[in-house]
């Protein structure tokens, strides 16, 4: 057989990659590649650059170690094309090779650049545990299409929490045991960091020099850049935040920024972690007693259902999903989402968090961001590129169903039940941030309303023909239809007159 050039990407950090596995170490020859498409497609923060460069040339000395022929071309290398199809065309003729073997790419623009290089075999991603093309038939077939069928489905294939056919404990979902606000005076767990070794060291200084006006801050950087590392993170979460963490899922506080999240999304989503080991070793925690199973259940529900489902829906309506904008938002996204310079607390917090550690949990994502931007009527592809460069987790496959369908509704409720519109009083609920507002959350009208709450009845004023047919929207639409004329136009005013402020 002829010797294969093997491209391994950035989010392919895995021995257990089907490339690897198809390959012979003995005769094919691995290539990785830092190239400036991939690090620009979307101006990434630093932090992500940093660890996706890192992490890539950890991985190469892991593959060197193993035994594999790896041929890394750095970001800085003079002849660099800074394209991954330029850099493959320059591998093939080092090595007198023409045929090239990759596991597909992640995103569908890769996808469809890789299908028309020549001589390219693409094998499937197995690290994923449902399959993308029976999803697409599953779910063609159906007429509603919602998370928890899936989630039963992969819990019976993968036996997780399982007891014979029934789930453990009784009940498939936990959910309503995880809604408690958090208190500061706890003492909440940290994520495991680590100090930045010679290799990454130099990476901190490329992206430095490199990418000095991309958002973000470059340090302290304390990212897993190694499997071992990454390994140690996640066992620390295990032993330090599991726990709780179903309890505070949806809890945000000031002075802790990860609460009990996991913090492993970035490790994950390259392949530094392998998801079913991840979610055996949370149930292996809860048989053995150590955390109650709304919180084992919760984690696993996270990694088997959510995860895996909205890898499903994106390959399943990729391409015309990321043009999808149902409720017709079309307000440019507000220069504080990149400076985080506004006097509501909330936003305040979680875009400062997000610049200093890439990073914000799930809630800071759906409820504060995400819901701003859905009841202010943000451009939906907007919103998107911000996430995609924003966070050190973020990839197409996971990110634009989570701002399209999850946060934003613009793909009409394929993806979630009723769009997650909130006014003020959920973050007070779910955060201590009001407390320090330059706005009043409980006031509803006037100079000093929280712009959640003027803006919360201006959505379901706006939307309220969609919403009035969605069974689980109907009650807000009929609470606008019963107030008195006079308060309809004040609410409507106050709402626009705080719109035209994000101008
Ligand atoms: P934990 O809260 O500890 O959860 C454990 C793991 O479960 C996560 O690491 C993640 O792998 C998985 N998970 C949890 N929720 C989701 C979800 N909704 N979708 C997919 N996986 C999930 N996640 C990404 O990995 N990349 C993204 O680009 C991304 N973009 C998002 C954009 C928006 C608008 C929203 C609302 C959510 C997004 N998420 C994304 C999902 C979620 O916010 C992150 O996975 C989570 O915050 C990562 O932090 P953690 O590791 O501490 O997670
Ligand atoms: C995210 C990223 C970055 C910043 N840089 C590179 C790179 O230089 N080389 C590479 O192979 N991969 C990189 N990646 C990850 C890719 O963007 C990712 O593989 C695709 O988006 C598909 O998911
Ligand atoms: Fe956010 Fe409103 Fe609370 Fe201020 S008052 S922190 S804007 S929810």
Redesign the pocket.
């Known amino acids: 057989m002829t010797e294969r050039l093997i491209l391994v ?4 950090l895995t021995p257990r990659l089907s490339a690897l596995r198809e390959g012979d170490r003995a005769r094919d020859v691995v290539l ?4 400036m498409a ?2 620009t497609y979307v101006r ?1 923060h630093v932090k ?2 940093a660890f ?2 890192a992490a ?1 040339r950890h991985f190469a000395e892991e593959l060197r170690a193993a035994g594999w022929r790896v041929d890394y071309v750095r970001l800085d290398d003079p002849a660099n094309t800074g394209s ?1 199809a330029g850099e493959v065309q320059r591998a093939l003729a080092r090595h007198g090779m023409t045929q090239t073997l990759v596991t597909e ?3 569908w623009r ?1 996808m469809q650049e890789m299908a028309a290089w020549p001589d390219t075999s693409i094998l499937p991603d197995d690290r994923f545990l449902a399959d993308r093309q029976g999803f697409a038939q599953w779910a063609d077939g159906r007429k509603t299409m919602r998370m928890e069928h899936f989630y039963r489905l992969m819990r019976r294939k993968t036996g997780l929490l399982m007891e014979g056919d029934q789930p453990a404990g009784g009940q498939w979902n936990f959910d309503s045991d995880n809604r408690q606000p958090a208190d500061s005076a706890l003492l909440l767990p940290q994520p495991l960091r680590f100090a930045p070794d010679a290799i990454t060291l130099e990476v901190l200084d490329l992206v430095a020099h490199r990418f000095p006006d991309h958002f973000g801050d470059l340090e302290p950087f304390w990212f897993a850049t190694t499997r071992a590392q990454a390994e140690a993170a996640f066992a620390h979460f295990l032993a330090t935040g599991l726990r709780d963490f179903g309890t505070y899922q949806d809890a945000m506080l000031s002075a802790h920024k990860f609460l009990c999240h996991a913090v492993i999304s970035p490790y994950l989503n390259v392949g530094l972690l392998d998801p079913l080991a991840m979610a055996q070793a949370v149930e292996a925690e809860w048989r053995a007693g150590r955390v109650p199973l709304n919180s084992a259940e919760g984690f696993i529900r996270q990694i088997i259902g959510w995860r895996e489902f909205v890898r499903c829906i994106y390959w399943w309506r990729m391409p015309d999903y990321a043009a999808s904008n149902a409720l017709d938002a079309h307000r440019p996204l507000p220069a504080f989402y990149w400076s985080a310079d506004t006097p509501m607390a909330c936003m305040r917090a979680c875009i400062s968090q997000t610049r200093e550690e890439a990073y914000a949990h799930h809630i800071q994502r759906l409820m504060v961001t995400g819901n701003f931007a859905l009841l202010a009527g943000i451009d939906p592809h907007e919103l998107h590129e911000w996430y995609l460069a924003v966070y050190a987790d973020a ?3 996971v990110e634009l169903p989570n701002t399209i369908g999850m946060s934003q509704f613009a793909d009409g409720g394929l993806l979630a039940s009723k769009p997650y519109a909130a006014s003020g009083a959920y973050i007070n609920r779910m955060s201590d941030y009001c407390g320090s507002c330059a706005y009043d959350v409980k006031a509803k009208a006037g100079p000093k309303a929280c712009p959640f709450n003027l803006l919360y009845w201006h959505f379901i004023a706006r939307h309220r023909e969609r919403l009035a047919r969605n069974p689980r929207m109907t009650q807000m639409v009929a609470t606008w239809n019963r107030f008195a004329p006079e308060r309809q136009q004040q609410l409507w005013r106050d709402g626009e007159a705080f719109l035209a402020t994000l101008a």
Request: no cysteine; hydrophobic share 50%; aromatic share 12%.
């Open positions: 990407l950035g989010d392919q990785m590649a830092e190239v991939e690090a990434h992500k650059i996706v460069f890539m991954l790419p992640g995103e890769l990839y197409e496959w």
